[in-house]
């Protein structure tokens, strides 16, 4: 059984910098599990959107109005995925979730998510 849970999360004037951490359980890697990991945000009224996401390969993506500014990372000691977010702005006020996808051999199989953490961000 895979659990994410999400923490971090909080209030900050625009300019500032929060960090977000999500301790992942119960993900077993070996043949043939693989697991990416995101972060996937959601602001009221508006569609999800996934932010950053980790690769299975190691490799990073963003989405175009976090580049620069966020940071998605992975410590395998710690089963843990973070979310370093510096210059917030107030349109990244949002509920942010940990997702991981879970790949069999090769496909996607299924999404895990985390409980969500809120972002507030104050002009």
């Known amino acids: 059984q895979v659990q994410l849970v999400e923490s971090g999360g909080g209030s900050v004037q625009a300019g500032g910098s929060l960090r977000l951490s999500c301790v992942a359980s119960g993900m077993v890697y070996s043949y043939p599990y693989s697991f990416s990991m995101k972060w996937v945000r959601q602001a009221p009224g508006k569609e999800r959107e996934e932010v950053a996401v980790f690769g299975r390969d190691g490799s990073t993506r963003y989405t175009d109005s976090v580049k620069g500014r966020f940071t998605i990372s992975k410590d395998n000691a710690k089963n843990t995925l973070y979310l370093q977010m510096n210059s917030l702005k107030s349109e990244d006020t949002a509920s942010y979730y940990c997702?991981?996808?879970?790949?069999?051999?090769?496909?996607?199989?299924?999404?895990?998510w985390g409980q969500g953490t809120q972002v507030t961000v104050s002009s």
């Open positions: 997702a991981a996808d879970r790949y069999a051999y090769g496909r996607k199989a299924d999404t895990y």
